[in-house]
């Protein structure tokens, strides 16, 4: 079955810029988006489209993509950005199911 | 505003099944697919599948096939999500959620299901 893989975990400190990966076989074909959990919440958008920031999202979350692999930054992280992090695509089959990555844990401190 | 209120927690034995209900409102709800995601205790993301609230057409994940099933009754405009021959390792909030791959996403508040003997 299709994995997204991304790094466990990923520290900064506040004003620092943080990306955190995220590597697939289907993404040069398929896009990548990214969702922000912080304990006990639902899940947020935070990048759609591998680089598209939604409405009301700070300026410094940023993605990008480029063959195999997806990028996150946040750019200028500040303490209140420390949350999980899972990016999520869909394989390419005909029949395309979705998929997340494990997720990684951003520390700003 | 678009909602999806998710039904409350619920507690089965193994072997069990569960139903989950995710109503919607505040959008025409034919137009959209309802995703579900669930989440283990101290776990990742995990998705489960789709299903089309326009013709009730369903993707699942392949862990699930077999045990899983999405339905939607668009008089109520609720969807549901179906899991039998429930295993401790089921134990975990579920989210329903619409759009995952889009510009704006709505998540239900999520159910957590605790399977346990």
């Known amino acids: 079955s299709y994995e997204l893989t991304q790094p466990p975990s990923v520290s900064v400190s506040p004003g620092q810029t943080a990306r955190i990966t995220c590597s697939g076989d289907?993404?040069?074909?398929?896009?990548a988006y990214w969702y922000q959990q912080k304990s006990g919440q639902a899940p947020v958008l935070v990048i759609y489209?591998?680089?598209k920031r939604p409405s009301g999202i700070p300026e410094r979350f940023s993605g990008s993509s480029s063959g195999t692999m997806a990028t996150l930054t946040i750019s200028g992280a500040q303490v209140e950005d420390e949350a999980d992090y899972y990016c999520?695509?869909?394989?390419?089959?005909?029949?395309?199911?979705?998929?997340f990555g494990g997720g990684t844990k951003l520390t700003v401190l | 505003q678009v909602q999806l209120v998710q039904s409350g927690a619920e507690v089965k034995k193994p072997g069990a099944s569960v139903k989950v209900s995710c109503k919607a409102s505040?959008?025409?709800?034919?137009?959209?697919?309802i995703s579900w995601v669930r989440q283990a205790p101290g776990q990742g993301l995990e998705w489960m599948g789709w299903?089309?609230?326009?013709?009730?057409?369903?993707n699942y994940a392949q862990k699930l096939q077999g045990r899983v099933t999405m339905t939607t009754d668009t008089s109520t405009s609720t969807a549901y999500m179906e899991l039998r021959s429930l295993r401790s390792d089921d134990t975990a909030v579920y989210y329903c959620?619409?759009?995952?791959?889009?510009?704006?996403?709505?998540w239900g508040q999520g159910t957590l299901v605790t399977v346990s003997s």
């Open positions: 959620a619409r759009g995952l791959a889009v510009a704006v996403t709505y």
């Open positions: 299903i089309s609230a326009y013709n009730g057409n369903t």
């Open positions: 505040g959008y025409t709800f034919t137009s959209y697919g």
């Open positions: 999520y695509s869909t394989d390419s089959s005909g029949n395309p199911l979705g998929v």
């Open positions: 289907a993404l040069p074909k398929k896009y």
């Open positions: 489209e591998d680089s």
